[in-house]
């Protein structure tokens, strides 16, 4: 099991940007490692992932072009940097930790789709709060 500790959420106004944070123990070397997100009364979505192999990237169609994942290996941190936040982005954001699984088309890859099987660890969760 990995841990995870997320961070970096908090309140911010329409069009403003907000980086959150997933530090992880445990060995993450060949994970998807990624951020889901929950807003009450809804189903918790997948919103990106990085495949900690190669670097590739997956967005949510909502987030893309808004936001971005990264990952600095030798911190074993993840970042999620999100600009252009609307009020839609409020939520409970989740780093992940997932096992990857190659997904032929239309994904053609080892993180997507988004959803959240094969899950070896998740966050506490960080508030995300967006103001109109």
């Known amino acids: 099991q990995v841990q995870l500790v997320d961070s970096g959420g908090g309140s911010v106004q329409a069009g403003g940007s907000l980086t959150l944070s997933c530090a992880a123990s445990?060995?993450?070397?060949?994970?998807?490692m990624g951020w889901f997100r929950q807003a009450p009364g809804k189903e918790r979505e997948g919103v990106a992932a990085?495949?900690?192999?190669?670097?590739?990237?997956y967005y949510a169609d909502s987030v893309k072009g808004r936001f971005t994942i990264s990952r600095d290996n030798a911190k074993k941190t993840v970042y999620l940097l999100m600009n252009s936040l609307e009020p839609e982005d409020t939520a409970m954001y989740y780093c992940?930790?997932?096992?990857?699984?190659?997904?032929?088309?239309?994904?053609?890859?080892?993180?997507?789709?988004?959803?959240?099987?094969?899950?070896?660890?998740w966050g506490q969760g960080t508030q995300v709060t967006v103001s109109s």
């Open positions: 992940a930790a997932r096992a990857p699984l190659w997904v032929g088309p239309p994904h053609f890859s080892y993180c997507a789709p988004l959803i959240d099987t094969r899950i070896t660890g």
């Open positions: 990085i495949y900690a192999v190669d670097g590739n990237t």
């Open positions: 445990g060995y993450t070397g060949g994970s998807c």
